[in-house]
């Protein structure tokens, strides 16, 4: 389904089809649908979770983290809901990326979300359970929120879609009820203040608005009590504005606040700053991220000879791996381009990391591709794949090739249980670790193995340079027991659920820690070691008994050396290594070269560093002193019992089949919508009602605008059913509009301005299948009517009277294929491209029929030269043949620069039914932003210029582009040309142009026409 739709693809062609039928053609991304799997409801006393029929486990543990949580924070905030709250639980990012709840596409980045009109609480199990923790906790103080702020969870009706809670306060409350204040947030902060880039509250974005939000919350939590956080929710429901709310609650407006806050964060940063060392100083930098202008440089593998280093990088925009060189830092090659092609839709750069082959000529990698978790290999020396096996798993990360070349030890995810996995690329050589216990076939002629059975999590595991061991981190708390009992009717409840950890795992999730544990392959032997306080994490071997780990025990991430006994048992010796004001992580060892690399963050973004020679750097004493326990805890909530009114009591625990109910989704119905009466009109009404199921995987949409009568209304009506792969879509429409132009809705142009109506009523049927993210073939059948009455003045020129009707029908199946890879920037696409091939024919009906045959071709290209630079371009051909055909017009900001939209009437080759047109652009940044001092401080920004060169002309049957003038010179002939310069800014959420083009013939050109025009760049 498609990234851009308001419904459905099939409602949002609906809604076009009255203005103009042949052009209801269009880009975006899907959402591919393979998760077709059964889901089931699990009823708590305060939640129903939908949940795959597979993941019952999974749905038991988020019950139990759920309702303690709910309990938490009815304390907190003094409230309760009136019903249970929708709680859609996915068992991988993968499946949750899948979701019908929220049209956009959702990225890697996007852990859950919280949908205000229904109050639906969506989130999926990545890997880690002490990450889901977290997220639900997270998203549950947004379900309190929402109902305390915009009304009742009981009335869709009290939710305003317009009034908007600050991103600080509604992600910073979230974040400081979930987790408290924790090294997270101290690192971001630390490294803001310190850095020079802490922003005001009112202009933050980014991630940064959780961080600087949680900052926030705390200082008035400190500063204020803990009581002022319902309050000002309360406090919202009322005022509608934090300003009102930030004078009532704490006497302050937004400036004043900003100024408190500023000096509370660097109150926080500047006394440690100075204690600590800067990655430079102890490491060789191998990358600058405020050099490139990039972000985040991380997740290092050393090649097993230490000169070169794949890693994970945002440096052309978009996340891909890269290969480097170790001694210089030298960008060698791209090995895999991510998020722009099906093959890499995903590289998991934020979980995951590359892995080299022993014989360093490959690298290993995990990627989503098709929807699918895949191991891919390429080779080092030319980025040529070189396997692909697909991975029967919901999540994989983190791969690890032994050093024999045989096994691939990864992370795996299935149904939300976490386990090791070993790939086996020589499955017939015999061999099999006694850890296994689950063996099953993979492609390419490999096959997968299981290590470890049980609901904790592994992450990051390394093989030991002899190859029998792996290391890894390991969180044991999830682990839950329960029992269901079985009806005589085969109802399954729920009787019992507890965890084996108690109060551990329900906590936030930098609360729990991770032992690291060395699991001896073949002789299925594990040691657990467990540091004196946090984690250890992400080891990297040096030797059979030497590792480099990522420790978290003193306030911050930081490298230390675990030196182990003989026995290879315990950790004889601990020595820390690192002691930067941000993080030092993801360590990765070549014995080749004695080398260590690894990924540090300052200054807003993170870099690679490089250690030469291991041997005695690993006996360093770090300068300065550790941050020490940085973490605090909100204060306890308030002594508060729940209330013993649960409804529906007799179906607490019961899992249940989920079935498809349909429910209001916001609708200006709801609130009246436009509702309107006189004796001279009649009724009026304008109102758009959409409707959904829990899943969004059913739609139904109903646009009624009545104006007195029904012959002078518009409505319509539609039905989508997006559950499976293909999407599909039936509707019907009536409506009815007046005109004073040229250009009819079937595409007819008509000799000059004409005042008409037209009446356009019909139905349509679709189908979309997507072959990728990128791809898709769409097919539409629309029966189409359109009753066209002409209007002409009276003699005395002052009324309008009905000069004739005239009815044309369309029966239209519509073919189109689209590929679309294009990244947003600012003002439009900066990087991709777009392909659209649409076939139209229509169908003979009887009288009135038209006759016509329309093909379009819509091709884009958008490079990125230099860092906020685009050059984009634009090939735009179209031909409609047969009796009727429909005729396109060139002209306007949207087309041809330079010439008016009406030019046609006075300049040949601009309207015709067939046309050919190109745009080139190359797009810049001009300016950051724009401040004025009068009559108070206010601005914009930022600004964008363009260079442009237009080029089209539209034509019937005789056409030349070039040829020569009387006097002998070349240049454009039939063709139309222009160039020009652009501004863009935006004001608000409006994208504005403005364009001043001048048209050119190559031999002489004409004056400057300047055109405004709202909207994005193509």
Not at 567 to 589: C, D, I, K
Request: glycine residues 10%.
């Amino acid at each position: 389904m498609m990234t851009s739709r308001c419904v459905a693809a099939a409602l949002a062609a609906l809604f076009v089809l009255a203005a103009a039928p042949a052009d209801a053609y269009y880009f975006g991304r899907n959402k591919v649908q393979t998760a077709n799997v059964a889901r089931r409801v699990l009823v708590t006393p305060h939640f129903e979770i939908t949940h795959a029929a597979d993941a019952e486990e999974l749905a038991v543990r988020a019950a139990i983290v759920a309702e303690r949580t709910y309990a938490e924070y009815a304390a907190r905030f003094g409230h309760e809901l009136e019903r249970r709250i929708p709680f859609i639980l996915y068992s991988s990012h993968t499946d949750f990326a899948q979701t019908n709840v929220a049209d956009d596409l959702l990225g890697e980045g996007t852990g859950g979300f919280t949908e205000p009109v229904r109050n639906r609480m969506v989130l999926p199990y990545e890997e880690s359970h002490a990450d889901f923790v977290h997220v639900l906790r997270h998203e549950l103080v947004h379900v309190f929120m929402f109902d305390m702020v915009f009304g009742s969870s009981r009335s869709t009706a009290s939710r305003s879609p317009f009034f908007r809670i600050p991103l600080w306060f509604a992600e910073g409350l979230a974040e400081w009820y979930s987790s408290g204040w924790d090294p997270g947030a101290e690192m971001y902060l630390r490294d803001a203040a310190t850095s020079g880039y802490l922003w005001p509250l009112d202009r933050v974005g980014g991630f940064l608005v959780y961080k600087e939000g949680q900052a926030a919350l705390r200082m008035i939590s400190e500063r204020y009590g803990e009581e002022k956080i319902p309050e000002m929710c309360r406090l919202l429901n009322r005022s509608r504005g934090m300003d009102r709310v930030l004078d009532a609650a704490l006497g302050l407006d937004i400036e004043a606040l900003d100024r408190l806050f500023a000096r509370y964060v660097r109150g926080l940063a500047w006394p440690s700053y100075g204690s600590f060392e800067e990655p430079e100083d102890i490491a060789r930098r191998l990358t600058d991220h405020r050099e490139d202008e990039d972000g985040a440089n991380f997740r290092p593998a050393l090649s097993p000879d230490g000169t070169q280093i794949a890693y994970f990088s945002d440096r052309d925009g978009l996340m891909s791996l890269y290969l480097m060189s170790a001694i210089d830092g030298q960008v060698l090659r791209r090995l895999a381009r991510g998020q722009r092609a099906s093959r890499f839709e995903s590289l998991h750069p934020y979980r995951s990391r590359p892995a080299f082959s022993p014989d360093g000529r490959e690298v290993a990698f995990v990627a989503r591709s098709g929807n699918a978790e895949t191991l891919h290999t390429v080779e080092v020396a030319t980025g040529a794949s070189t396997r692909d096996v697909r991975l029967d798993l919901d999540g994989a990360s983190s791969p690890a090739w032994s050093p024999d070349g045989r096994w691939i030890a990864l992370v795996g995810t299935v149904a939300g249980r976490t386990d090791l996995y070993l790939l086996d690329l020589a499955p017939d050589a015999g061999d099999v670790p006694a850890a296994a216990s689950a063996r099953a076939p993979a492609a390419g002629g490999t096959a997968l193995l299981r290590m470890t059975d049980d609901a904790g999590d592994e992450s990051g595991p390394a093989w030991s340079p002899d190859g029998s061991r792996l290391a890894f981190a390991h969180n044991p708390v999830a682990e839950v027991r329960y029992q269901f009992t079985v009806g005589a009717d085969g109802e399954r409840r729920l009787d019992w659920a507890r965890f084996d950890d108690g109060d551990a795992a329900v906590q936030p999730g930098h609360r729990q820690t991770s032992r690291l544990v060395l699991l001896d392959v073949f002789a299925d032997r594990r040691v657990e070691l467990a540091a004196p306080a946090g984690s250890w994490r992400e080891p990297a071997w040096i030797t059979d008994s030497e590792l480099c780990v990522v420790a978290d025990g003193d306030g911050a991430e930081n490298l230390a050396r675990l030196q182990l006994d003989a026995a290879g048992e315990t950790a004889a010796e601990v020595r820390r290594l690192t002691n930067v004001p941000g993080a030092a992580a993801h360590p990765s060892y070549a014995s080749g070269a004695d080398r260590l690399a690894f990924a540090a963050f300052r200054e807003g973004g993170w870099d690679l560093y490089a250690v030469d020679g291991w041997a005695a750097w690993s006996l360093r004493e770090p300068a300065g002193t550790p941050a020490g326990d940085v973490a605090v805890a909100t204060p306890a909530p308030p002594d508060y019992e729940l209330s013993s009114e649960v409804s529906d009591v007799a179906n607490i625990g019961v899992i249940k089949d989920y079935r498809p109910r349909f429910s209001i989704d916001m609708s200006d119905a709801l609130g009246g919508g436009a509702v309107s009466f006189s004796p001279q009109a009649g009724l009026g009404m304008a109102n758009v009602i959409n409707l959904s199921d829990l899943l969004g995987d059913h739609r139904l949409s109903f646009l009624v605008n009545v104006y007195g009568s029904l012959s002078d209304s518009d409505l319509a009506a539609s039905y989508a059913y997006l559950k499976r792969r293909v999407d599909v879509g039936v509707g019907l429409f009536h409506f009815k509009n007046y005109y004073n132009t040229a250009v009819t809705s079937v595409g007819e142009l008509l000799p000059d301005d004409t005042f008409f109506s037209e009446r356009n009523y019909g139905l349509y049927a679709s189908a979309s299948y997507p072959f990728s993210t990128f791809r898709r073939l769409s097919l539409e059948l629309q029966a189409f009517a359109s009753q066209r009455t002409v209007y002409s003045l009276d003699p005395s020129g002052t009324l309008l009277i009905a000069d004739g009707t005239r009815t044309d029908t369309l029966l239209q199946p519509t073919l189109t294929f689209v590929h679309d890879s294009a990244y947003y920037g600012w003002y439009g696409p900066v990087t991709g491209s777009r392909l659209l091939l649409q076939f139209t024919p229509s169908l003979a009906v009887g009288g009135g029929s038209l006759d016509r045959r329309t093909a379009l071709l819509d091709l884009r290209r958008y490079w990125l030269p230099a860092r906020g630079n685009t050059l984009a371009l634009r090939v735009l051909a179209a031909a409609s043949t047969g009796d009727d055909p429909r005729a396109f017009v060139l002209g306007g900001p949207f087309t041809l620069r330079g010439y008016d939209f009406y030019d046609y009437r006075t300049t040949s080759h601009l309207a015709g039914p067939k046309i050919a047109m190109a745009n080139l652009e190359y797009r810049l940044p001009l300016l950051d932003a724009v401040y004025f001092g009068w009559p108070a401080r206010w601005g914009f920004g930022p600004v964008g210029a363009t260079l442009f060169l237009d080029l089209g002309a539209a034509w019937d049957d005789v056409f030349s582009p070039f040829g020569d003038d009387a006097a002998g010179r070349w240049g454009l002939r039939d063709l139309r040309g222009s160039y020009g310069i652009g501004l863009r800014t935006r004001l608000g959420f409006l994208p504005l142009k403005f364009d001043w083009g001048r048209r050119t013939d190559l031999r002489s050109t004409g004056g400057t026409e300047f055109q405004f025009s709202i909207g994005p760049e193509f």
